[in-house]
T-cell receptor, first 116, second 111 residues
Framework: DTGVSQDPRHKITKRGQNVTFRCDPISEHNRLYWYRQTLGQGPEFLTYFQNEAQLEKSRLLSDRFSAERPKGSFSTLEIQRTEQGDSAMYLC??????????????FGPGTRLTVL | GEDVEQSLFLSVREGDSSVINCTYTDSSSTYLYWYKQEPGAGLQLLTYIFSNMDMKQDQRLTVLLNKKDKHLSLRIADTQTGDSAIYFCAEKGTNAGKSTFGDGTTLTVKP
């Protein structure tokens, strides 16, 4: 396994369009995370899954955003009716959860979204 | 809520030591991390420290943790031009899913 992969790497869309991003985690990892990073800032947490269950969502995740992980493997993040303020790098990470123990998050290369 | 603060820029000469500082607010933070991000690349975990430790050394990297003051630092010995990047401090609680990141410190290494 070569790590976390994300597709596409770049997406340019017009305001009002819907976009969907895909993340493939490291195969044995049961946790999957989505973060958003804008220029000059650190990653901001959006949501995470343990297997197929979505356990936490940030208040940043408005009702235009939806994430799924239907079979506990890959995940999709959809943004409906995109706005210029959605322009950012969307990062996916995965980890192998050890209850009460240390679990390192491995990050993918990100999908850069530009909304015109 | 949780907050992590870092100074934005640091410039050093090649061969000098670099010290990047970070403060955090969440007293329940259990894990504290340093990540490196190079242009066009993803986040790379450099090192981490548990909250019950004061210091961790890993080759050229030394992490110091002052839990009382909620202050974390990363020292890079013999800094090289290849160390030029953005360095992010992050924290995570024991049972938390998410990590909370600072806004990054841009390290510039001059030859």
């Amino acid at each position: 396994d070569t790590g976390v992969s994300q597709d596409p790497r770049h997406k340019i869309t017009k305001r009002g369009q819907n976009v969907t991003f895909r993340c493939d985690p490291i195969s044995e990892h049961n946790r999957l995370y989505w973060y958003r990073q804008t220029l000059g800032q650190g990653p901001e947490f959006l949501t995470y899954f343990q297997n197929e269950a979505q356990l936490e969502k940030s208040r940043l995740l408005s009702d235009r955003f939806s994430a799924e992980r239907p079979k506990g493997s890959f995940s999709t993040l959809e943004i409906q009716r995109t706005e210029q303020g959605d322009s950012a790098m969307y990062l996916c990470a995965s980890s192998l959860d050890r209850a009460g123990g240390y679990n390192e998050q491995f990050f993918g290369p990100g999908t850069r979204l530009t909304v015109l | 809520g949780e907050d992590v603060e870092q100074s934005l820029f640091l410039s050093v000469r090649e061969g000098d030591s670099s010290v990047i500082n970070c403060t955090y607010t969440d007293s329940s933070s259990t894990y504290l991390y340093w990540y490196k991000q190079e242009p066009g690349a993803g986040l790379q975990l450099l090192t981490y420290i548990f909250s019950n430790m004061d210091m961790k050394q890993d080759q050229r990297l030394t992490v110091l943790l002052n839990k009382k003051d909620k202050h974390l630092s990363l020292r890079i010995a013999d800094t090289q031009t290849g160390d030029s990047a953005i360095y992010f401090c992050a924290e995570k609680g024991t049972n938390a899913g998410k990590s909370t990141f600072g806004d990054g410190t841009t390290l510039t290494v001059k030859p």
